[in-house]
């Protein structure tokens, strides 16, 4: 299985902080690596696929980028409605997995 | 907007069974492919099982091969997962999910989720 690891579990941010979450996966993905932003009490939603692709929707704010092993999601000038947890997932092979996510936290 | 609607979620005993319906709507479901994805409380996301738009391809997560059945009624536009066998561990969340129209396992839109509790 393709194992899915980010950092860090957990980051303290000020709003309108430019903020930088990682991932990386066990062994090469190419770029079949998805993003997810999760707020407390709400269902996941999908914010970039492909890597680097923003989801219909999606604030320029947020972007993606990486290939292989080693992803970054970038949050450019925070804002309140991004305190949330993000998860990377794989769908490069079975079976598709998870990241543990990172918490972005009011500093 | 897609809607994708759960039920069928509650309160079990280990080793019995539970049967989860996604209801769909303002979507073609019949032409994107389907999934589960479930979250314990307080944890992080799982990916469960997924089944192509014609039910030709169907995968598992390990945890669950042999005890959950995913299926699909594209003339119902509805969804199903069959859980038997239920353990402790089992206990989540499960979300509906469908895929994205041009990646298939990509998880563009989710359901509110049903909570299924294994507990004696």
């Known amino acids: 299985d393709i194992v899915m690891t980010q950092s860090p579990a957990t980051l303290s941010v000020s709003p309108g902080e430019r903020v930088t979450l990682s991932c990386r996966a066990s062994?090469?993905?190419?770029?079949?690596l998805a993003w997810y932003q999760q707020k407390p009490g709400q269902t996941p939603r999908l914010l970039i696929y492909?890597?680097?692709t923003r989801a219909t929707g999606i604030p320029a704010r947020f972007s993606g980028s990486g290939s292989g092993t080693e992803f970054t999601l970038n949050i450019n000038s925070l804002q309140s409605e991004d305190f949330a947890v993000y998860y990377c997932q794989q769908y490069q092979n079975w079976p598709l997995t998870f990241g543990g996510g990172t918490k972005v936290e009011i500093k | 907007e897609v809607q994708l609607v759960e039920s069928g979620g509650g309160l079990v005993k280990p080793g019995e069974s539970l049967r989860l319906s996604c209801a769909t709507s303002r979507f073609t479901f019949s032409t994107y492919s389907m999934n589960w994805v479930r979250q314990a409380p307080g944890k992080g996301l799982e990916w469960v099982s997924s089944i192509s738009s014609s039910s030709r391809h169907i995968f598992y997560a390990d945890s669950v091969k042999g005890r959950f059945t995913i299926s699909r009624d594209n003339a119902k536009n509805s969804l199903y997962l069959q859980m038997t066998s239920l353990r402790a561990e089992d206990t989540a969340v499960y979300y509906c999910v469908g895929g994205h129209s041009g990646y298939d396992l990509v998880f563009e839109s989710w359901g509110q989720g049903t909570l299924v509790t294994v507990s004696s």
């Open positions: 492909v890597a680097s």
């Open positions: 062994q090469s993905v190419s770029s079949n």
